[in-house]
Nanobody, 127 residues
Framework: QVQLVESGGGLVQAGGSLRLSCAAS????????MGWFRQAPGKEREFVAA????????NYANSVKGRFTISRDNAKKTSYLQMNSLKPEDTAVYYC????????????????????WGQGTQVTVSS
């Protein structure tokens, strides 16, 4: 089993920045993918970004390209999501997720591709 704990959420004004962290514990995998998703009230969970272990292939949703940056520290088993130029429409609960095996880039944006999920952290961007 893998346990994921997100942190770093909060309230920020539009144009501001936040950095989310996702710490993994328990069994870890050499070929995993760490991803971030978000869910706003009344909306479906949507893909934000993902990073693949080994080759560090990145994938971003179009809505966050150029503003968000995903990274990982394998020694700390932690993924980070740096969010800049935040907009009110970025307001959501942000979840990190892990895929325990190799995953094609084309499948990184599907929630069903991931095996483990964190509990989520709230991000609120005020206008």
């Amino acid at each position: 089993q893998v346990q994921l704990v997100e942190s770093g959420g909060g309230l920020v004004q539009a144009g501001g920045s936040l950095r989310l962290s996702c710490a993994a514990s328990g069994r870890t995998f050499s070929s995993d993918v760490m991803g971030w998703f978000r869910q706003a009230p009344g909306k479906e969970r949507e893909f934000v970004a993902a990073i693949r272990s080994g080759d560090n292939v990145l994938n971003y949703a179009n809505s966050v390209k150029g503003r968000f940056t995903i990274s990982r520290d394998n020694a700390k088993k932690t993924s980070y999501l740096q969010m800049n130029s935040l907009k009110p429409e970025d307001t959501a609960v942000y979840y990190c997720a892990v895929r325990a095996s190799r995953l094609a880039v084309a499948a990184m944006d599907r929630p069903t591709s991931y095996d483990y999920w964190g509990q989520g952290t709230q991000v609120t961007v005020s206008s």
